[in-house]
């Protein structure tokens, strides 16, 4: 392993080195002030809070992901697009299975008495209609009934010292390990890891990866191919469990399956009204699960919590090393000549909309576009939105995307309407909102091949500008062009 996977704080190490992390020094208030500068600063570069009021010693970070060249070069891809996604892949098919070891920095301190997580975790509070502070960015780590591990997020609200909320979403593979243990009337022992190595933040953030992976995938595995390295994990101090060793923090506890309470009391959120979600939309609670705490372990010297917002780029850039990547390895698969590419535009929030790259070979190819469609429509529950161009627009623009739809489709005949998806991995049943069960469509932007040359793209000649312009002028003119006049200026279009 790369030493700068090994831990979060060897990661920050690494950013630092590079000037790639801005270190915020003076007090900072985990109530509003934390979720504000992330917010404000997302998509640039990470951020360190080392001085976090009424929690001395205890630091925070958050935005290590927010780019996607800056993934890249942390897990040594090629490049931020297919590049990337070759690194999921390769770590979905060679995982690295963990390794018990005995002594962790994660437990260099154990507390498991008088257990008060607020009092000692700076949990963040991201908006004024969030419940109360949110656990947004730790990791469970489940061990499944088939011999597979399960690392993922959940949202975890602490409405007592000792216990929380655990909410599961339906189908996903914690839901049906907790499921496993429910049909039996037995608790569910596990970890709530913060701040573990980056490879596992990453893995863990692939949401709906039931679609492409069975419940027996090992995921902790795919972490320590995407690390380089067997994860490390160690038997948890009061719980049949097992801990990731390079955490910052570990929560041990089990889940009360015979015990389901409201993610916030009325009095506490009478609207409920949960944090902004993924999508954008503020959350609405649910009654769930309860997670009672046992004990709380971490490590000695000045540990840092994660903090991601939810609603931000960090979520879908993560995605791309795992969903985005799993999913362009079963299309390669399927029509290995014809598919180049896929991407998520942000506006698409990673789980909603796909945008698929062709390079059709003869007029054959015109009739697989419909067919990938609707495959994807078959295997991917949540997607709403498929649009298949050809292979000369840069599906990493969204002006380039809506171009070609507007240019290449003809709305008669290249559009393609599903019924909602059925089961438990779709949309929810609700009527209206984020989660309702709504048509999906899919969108041929693709040139008909047998008219491929009315379409061809006009080739402006390729000159060097500094022959007329000073440095300063043209640099003076590449600050105020827009990022896709840049790009059309990069492929002379």
């Given at each position: 392993?790369?030493?700068?996977?090994?831990?979060?704080?060897?990661?920050?190490?690494?950013?630092?080195?590079?000037?790639?992390?801005?270190?915020?020094?003076?007090?900072?208030?985990?109530?509003?002030?934390i979720s504000g500068l992330i917010k404000e600063l997302d998509n640039g570069l990470p951020l360190l809070f080392s001085s976090v009021k009424n929690y001395p010693g205890k630091r925070v970070t958050a935005g290590l992901f927010s780019r996607l060249d800056r993934l890249a070069d942390m897990f040594g891809a090629s490049d931020a697009g297919v590049g990337l996604k070759q690194c999921g892949i390769r770590a979905a098919r060679n995982p690295v299975s963990s390794i018990v070891v005995s002594n962790a920095p994660a437990q260099e301190i154990v507390h498991d008495k008088n257990i008060n997580v607020l009092d000692n975790i700076p949990i963040t509070t991201h908006t004024a209609t969030d419940p109360g502070p949110i656990l947004s960015g730790g990791v469970i780590l489940l061990h499944g009934p088939g011999g597979g591990t399960d690392i993922s997020y959940k949202r975890i609200h602490f409405q007592g010292p000792d216990w929380a909320s655990m909410f599961h979403v339906p189908g996903t593979?914690?839901?049906?390990?907790?499921?496993?243990?429910?049909?039996?009337?037995?608790?569910?022992?596990?970890?709530?890891?913060?701040?573990?190595?980056?490879?596992?933040?990453?893995?863990a953030a692939g949401g709906l990866i039931q679609d492409l992976l069975p419940l027996e995938a090992d995921e902790l595995g795919i972490a320590g191919g995407l690390g380089g390295a067997a994860v490390e994990i160690c038997q948890a101090k009061t719980v049949d469990a097992y801990c990731i060793a390079e955490s910052e923090w570990v929560i041990e506890g089990y889940i009360d399956t015979a015990q389901n309470?409201?993610?916030?009391?009325?009095?506490?959120?009478?609207?409920?009204?949960?944090?902004?979600?993924?999508?954008?939309?503020?959350?609405?609670?649910?009654?769930?699960y309860k997670f009672q705490a046992t004990a709380i372990t971490c490590r000695s010297d000045n540990p840092i919590y994660y903090a991601p917002l939810a609603h931000s780029?960090?979520?879908?850039?993560?995605?791309?090393?795992?969903?985005?990547?799993?999913?362009?390895?079963?299309?390669q698969d399927r029509w290995p000549e014809l598919i180049r590419d896929i991407n998520s535009l942000p506006g698409m929030k990673g789980r909603f909309g796909m945008v698929v790259q062709v390079d059709k070979r003869d007029h054959h190819d015109d009739a697989s576009v419909r067919e990938i469609m609707e495959s994807i429509f078959g295997r991917l529950g949540a997607l709403r939105i498929a649009i298949v161009v050809d292979d000369d627009v840069d599906i990493y623009d969204s002006n380039e995307v809506l171009w070609a739809l507007a240019t290449r489709m003809n709305a008669e005949r290249d559009m393609l309407q599903l019924p909602p998806a059925a089961g438990s991995v779709g949309p929810r049943k609700e009527s209206v909102g984020p989660?309702?069960?709504?048509?999906?469509?899919?969108?041929?932007?693709?040139?008909?091949?047998?008219?491929?040359?009315e379409f061809d793209r006009g080739q402006y000649p390729k000159v060097r500008a500094e022959k007329w312009l000073t440095p300063e002028q043209l640099a003076k003119v590449r600050s105020v062009q827009s990022d896709y006049a840049r790009l059309l200026a990069r492929i002379h279009a």
């Open positions: 392993m790369t030493k700068h996977l090994e831990s979060l704080r060897r990661t920050l190490k690494w950013l630092e080195d590079r000037g790639d992390l801005i270190r915020i020094d003076d007090v900072v208030d985990p109530r509003f002030e593979h914690s839901q049906q390990i907790v499921a496993h243990y429910a049909a039996r009337k037995l608790p569910v022992p596990l970890t709530i890891n913060l701040s573990p190595p980056p490879a596992v933040l990453v893995v309470v409201p993610e916030s009391s009325p009095a506490a959120n009478p609207s409920a009204i949960f944090f902004p979600e993924y999508h954008g939309y503020l959350g609405r609670t649910e009654t769930t780029f960090e979520s879908p850039n993560m995605q791309v090393v795992t969903n985005r990547a799993l999913q362009l390895a079963w299309l989660f309702a069960a709504f048509a999906r469509l899919g969108f041929d932007a693709t040139i008909p091949f047998r008219h491929r040359r």
